[in-house]
């Protein structure tokens, strides 16, 4: 599988504008997909943030197990950081969320409180491509004030999005400027954190499947119907041809149109719910 990387121009600039807005807030949220949680830390993000307040939020819990997001929780507790589970689609996580936020910054508005100031406080909301940043957004407001989408790098520029007791400051999803794990990146590729365009759909289903196999054999086989897991990979992708029709002329394997399927199928929550770090 070729080398992944992703990290076009706007988000050179993005970063910039992160820190030239960095003192204007109180404290950062940062946006993390549930199923791959760790890789979706911005590792130079979390370097520039390291003197304010951050919330990580770990965002689309309902993809994952309920076991899996407790034990993701109590993990990033145990590292010092302060972590919430949630799906941004469910009405309970506004709550939750406006709890986790004040209780982070309890100390700053204590202190406002008695400077007889009563300002809103700013969070900048912050994290990689396409890990719900903006659907955190609207669903805080409760209305749709911040543009989302389904794919990576929807968001271009800021928003100043303001509510009641809250200024949220949206931000385009960047990347680090280079990933040394590259196990982390092809997490990233499987879930939609990157841009399509740039994938090798082939060589990421292979490599899915792989994974599959390795760590939700029984999840594989229910999907796809596959009896026998103790086979080479490239055999378990032609039974899943196979098995969903995609054959061409001469009953050749068509597996570009199978990796797009079976890719979308983890995307979309059909193979099951899966956590990959």
Excluded at 202 to 228: M, N, R, T, V, W
Aim: charged share 30%; hydrophobic share 40%.
């Amino acid at each position: 599988m070729k080398h992944l990387q992703w990290f076009p121009g706007h988000m050179t600039a993005a970063v910039r504008m992160m820190e030239e807005n960095l003192k204007a807030v109180d404290g950062v949220m940062m946006v993390l997909d549930a199923r791959a949680p760790r890789a979706s830390i911005n590792e130079k993000l979390s370097k520039m943030f390291s003197g304010k307040k951050i919330l990580y939020v770990i965002n689309k819990s309902d993809l994952i197990t309920q076991k899996d997001a407790i034990r993701v929780v109590k993990e990033f507790e145990k590292e010092g950081k302060t972590a919430v589970s949630v799906s941004a689609m469910d009405k309970r996580a506004v709550d939750l969320l406006y709890s986790k936020i004040f209780e982070l910054l309890k100390e700053k508005i204590e202190r406002n409180k008695l400077r007889g100031m009563f300002k809103p406080m700013r969070i900048m909301v912050t994290g990689i491509p396409n890990t719900g940043k903006s659907t955190i957004i609207n669903a805080l407001c409760g209305v749709k004030k911040a543009i989302t989408g389904n794919k990576a790098g929807v968001t271009k520029g800021k928003q100043w999005v303001r509510i009641k007791e809250l200024e949220l400051l949206d931000t385009p999803g960047t990347m680090p400027p280079a990933f040394e794990n590259q196990t982390l990146a092809k997490y990233l590729a499987y879930i939609g954190c990157m841009n399509d365009a740039n994938l090798d759909f082939g060589d990421l289903a292979f490599e899915l499947i792989k994974d599959l196999k390795e760590k939700y054999p029984e999840l594989l086989k229910e999907k796809y119907s596959i009896e026998d897991l103790d086979k080479e990979t490239l055999q378990i992708f032609g039974d899943i041809c196979v098995r969903r029709g995609f054959l061409m002329r001469g009953g050749e394997f068509d597996y570009e149109r199978c990796a797009t399927a079976i890719i979308d199928d983890l995307r979309k929550g059909r193979i099951g719910k899966i956590i990959f770090d």
